[in-house]
């Protein structure tokens, strides 16, 4: 046991950081801080020691950070101060000795004003210096829990008793009973049905806190006063906040009501508040005192050494309060829980306090922010604030540091999704901080082709964090596949090929496990291929439905199959399910790589309104170009075929060799490929996907005010060509006669479904009837053979006036058909005019 006169000494508090912390730390940096390096308030909480192996500790979980995750109302919380580092150079080079300063200042401020009394957490401040390497998962940290030297030491009048033995039974149930029903409000006033109007409300303590200010007012201060009639604290024991200290000190036992509170202890002693004498009455008399003790609640485990904290409430006590001398309950718990005060463990203190006057004490010393010039120095208030320590040692014993590596200790599959995570929110920070970077990862995508262009667009896809990618295709891995398309090796074409679907989705995974990916083996239904007979007439409804259902479970389609008609159903379902579609397309050296419009019930063209008017500069061009776009009707944008004015056919039958394989210069796919995601991540900024199918062209989106997008306007449409290493975006608008999007074809699927592509595979005219493309083409032939009749008369005249024959040239004329019919296409739209502008 301690001597007579021992200085007392304290147990430093352990730093505990929960993993869950440092998540949410990782969370909010990412996406919230990103750079900034201003300080954090948050909070940490500490609570009476349970267990004689468990050392003082301040624990820091995701409530620290976000305090509605929790009410922690079980514990005492403390006020901290976070300086989270950009660099660890920064944070090596960190003034360590300022920031103490800083806090220090702080402390005292509070002690010195009284704010301390009023809100005694205010004497647990501590800091938190980080520096997180969020890729390697790696933290270096340093705490420091200020407290302030006193002039002199701390003593021990008499050695440390244990409460069971320094108070008598009846007292020890008071002042447990007292104790925790300042520790645990919630279920007082729950038991309470006689609490008075202006106890707070239960809610209070049981609903979640919104904040570090709201956590810190909530949740029970750490020191408190007890106080009672008698000596011996048998009698009238009521717990009451250390800002009633010096009415307790002047309250007359024989006039003094019972005191209403919750139940504590508090004496000096002697009874002495400080050098002088005790408060007289108004009529003379003495004034008795009311017996008070200082309680608090003390994480430490050891004996004769309370807990870290308790330093500077007693200096608090020595240089506001005036005292020589105080008794202290440190307050510990059972192990059994409960909230139960153990008497047998917790300890009763009487300490000696260092005389503190005020008028040479603490001395006179430079405030931490002032400049170290002697201008600087004259002209800068001093400060008055007692010297601090504080700052924890790792595990080694050392001032140092701690680090906390958890990569090994986390899943190598949770690693990689938080590193693809990781890349993509760093775009955030300085590049695009108005980046979603969640809409497209969670964007559910199908693939419609498995080959080159499938593979380059899938992991172009995962680089963008990707997750649902389903893919479809018909084919088996062949030997020529491995070096063209990434997902395949050497092992997918033994034995015959692995399906290229199943191979694709299977690398994905292996690739990034938490891909949820699949694999379909299906054949595209295609105009002018029927079915050989009534059994592959049903295979290919079921295809038909199939391909419809994935359409409509996805949010985005690619269309990247190797033949035009296998494009035409893909097209048709997205324009029907009013999906997001995609087509990217490669020849020898060129490249095409375009989104689809609009549904027919949609437009691409936004309303006259949107567009700003003619600016002051530039004021006669702007205003031109906005009354153009205002007297036109608002339009969309036209999908693959709106183009074309015949509707697809067989392109497979009658090819070389070098027409069956895909004879492209290798570079090619991998741009195109990466080009359509990139279409897809600047169309998904929009926001929803109805938004998104209908996002305006850059040549209408430029004419709009405040249509910014953080990836640029998405365009129609991208050529490129390799050859001449270049590339030009386009825009066209939706053909009113397309067979694949038009209203026709679409209000015809909707209503008629199979049937009508069972038409289209037997006879893709059945196409240009449906869309009026036949009539067009007749009416065309009409006024060509018009133009060939009055042309022909017009050479017979001249050929008579010159005595020369005439002679009619058939290759002409078909040359004008197929110009003409272009135009007429151009002319009869209705809907759009269909030519492909260079912007």
């Known amino acids: 046991m301690a001597k007579s006169s021992e200085v007392l000494r304290f147990s430093q508090l352990q730093s505990v950081v929960d993993v869950t912390f440092l998540a949410e730390l990782s969370e909010l940096k990412l996406n919230v801080w990103k750079l900034s390096e201003n300080p954090v308030e948050i909070a940490g909480y500490f609570s009476p020691n349970r267990y004689d192996s468990v050392p003082a500790r301040l624990q820091l979980d995701v409530s620290s950070l976000r305090p509605s995750a929790t009410s922690r109302l079980d514990c005492h919380a403390a006020p901290g ?21 800083e806090a220090a200042e702080a402390i005292w401020s509070d002690i010195s004003s009284g704010a301390a009394e009023a809100e005694p957490w205010r004497l647990c401040r501590f800091l938190l210096l980080v520096h997180g390497d969020l890729k390697h998962y790696k933290f270096h940290y340093w705490f420091a829990f200020p407290v302030l030297k006193p002039p002199a030491p701390f003593a021990l009048d008499t050695p440390p008793t244990i409460l069971s033995a320094a108070f008598p039974a009846s007292a020890v149930e008071l002042i447990s009973s007292a104790c925790a029903a300042w520790r645990h409000p919630a279920a007082v006033r729950a ?206 014993g050392k001032l140092l540091p701690r680090v906390l590596d958890l990569g090994p200790h986390l899943r190598p599959e949770a690693q990689a999704e938080q590193a693809v995570d990781l890349n993509l929110r760093l775009m955030r920070w300085r590049a695009v901080p108005e980046l979603e970077v969640g809409a497209l990862a969670a964007t559910r995508c199908l693939l419609l082709g498995a080959g080159t262009l499938g593979c380059a667009v899938a992991r172009t896809l995962q680089g963008w964090g990707v997750r649902h990618i389903t893919l479809v295709d018909s084919g088996r891995v062949a030997f020529s596949n491995p070096v063209r398309q990434s997902l395949y090796t050497f092992d997918d074409c033994l034995g015959g090929g692995r399906p290229k679907a199943e191979a694709a989705a299977e690398a994905l995974r292996r690739i990034f496990p938490s891909a949820v990916t699949r694999g379909i083996q299906l054949s595209i239904p295609m105009p002018g291929h029927p079915p050989a007979g009534p059994a592959d007439e049903e295979t290919l409804a079921q295809a038909t439905q199939q391909l419809d259902s994935l359409v409509s479970e996805h949010d985005a389609v690619f269309l990247l199959t190797d033949t035009r008609e296998s494009r035409w159903l893909p097209a048709l379902l997205a324009a029907a399910r009013d999906r997001i579609a995609i087509t990217a397309a490669v020849g020898f050296d060129s490249f095409l790589v375009m989104r689809h419009g609009a549904p027919p019930n949609a437009s691409n063209e936004p309303p006259p309104a949107a567009v700003t008017s003619a600016s002051t500069t530039g004021g006669a061009t702007a205003a031109s170009t906005t009354a153009t776009h205002s007297a036109i009707s608002r339009r969309r944008l036209g999908c693959y075929f709106c183009n074309d004015v015949f509707a697809p056919t067989n392109s497979t039958t009658d090819r070389s060799l070098d027409q069956q394989c895909t004879v492209a210069r290798p570079g090619l796919a991998p741009l195109a490929g990466a080009l359509a995601v990139e279409l897809l991540a600047a169309m998904v900024q929009y926001g929803t996907r109805e938004v998104a199918l209908c996002a305006p062209p850059p040549s209408l989106a430029a004419l709009q005010s405040g249509d910014h997008r953080p990836l640029g306007p998405a365009p129609h449409m991208v050529r490129g060509q390799l050859s001449s290493f270049s590339q030009v975006l ?11 999007c038009s209203a026709a074809v679409v209000e015809a699927y909707r209503a008629r479904g199979w049937n009508l592509v069972r038409e289209a595979l037997q006879s893709p005219a059945a196409l240009e009837t449906l869309t009026g493309l036949s009539e067009l083409h007749a009416s065309t032939a009409a006024m060509m053979e018009d133009d060939e009749f009055e042309e022909g008369e017009d050479a017979a005249e001249r050929e008579v006036e010159s005595g020369g024959v005439a002679r009619k040239d058939k290759a002409s004329g078909a040359g004008g058909l197929g110009l003409s019919g272009e135009a007429g296409a151009q002319v009869e739209a209705g809907e759009g005019d269909n030519e492909w502008t260079a912007l």
């Not at 101060?81 to 920031?99: A, I």
């Not at 386009?730 to 694949?740: D, K, L, R, S």
């Open 81 to 101: 101060r976070l300086l989270l580092f950009n660099t660890m150079e920064g944070f090596r080079g960190c003034d360590k000795q300022k920031v103490l300063r």
């Open 191 to 396: 038991a309470d049905t006689y609490a008075d109007a202006s106890s707070p409300p239960l809610d209070t303590y049981t609903n979640p806190a919104s904040s570090v200010a709201e956590v810190l007012a909530r949740t029970p201060t750490p020191f408190w006063l007890l106080s009672s009639s008698d000596d011996d604290f048998s009698d009238d024991v009521a717990a009451h906040p250390l800002s009633v200290w010096a009415e307790l000190l002047q309250q007359r036992d024989s006039t003094a009501a019972p005191s209403r509170g919750i139940p504590l202890d508090s004496s000096g002693g002697s009874g002495e508040t400080g050098r002088g004498e005790g408060p007289s009455c108004g009529d003379g008399g003495r004034t008795a005192r009311r017996h008070v003790l200082l309680v608090f609640s003390d994480a430490s485990n050891q004996v004769l050494h309370p807990g870290w904290q308790l330093r500077n409430m007693l200096l608090m006590a020595a240089a506001r309060w005036r005292l020589r001398h105080l008794k202290v309950l440190c307050l510990r718990e059972s192990s059994r829980g409960g909230g139960r005060l153990d008497p047998q463990r917790s300890m009763m203190l009487s300490v000696t306090l260092p005389d503190i006057d005020p008028d040479s004490w603490p001395p006179l010393s430079t405030p931490a922010s002032a400049t170290a010039t002697a201008a600087a120095t004259q002209s800068t208030a001093v400060l008055r604030c007692p010297d601090a320590v504080g700052w924890e040692a790792n595990s080694q």
């Open 730 to 740: 386009m825009e066209g608008w939706a053909f009113a006669q397309c067979t694949a």
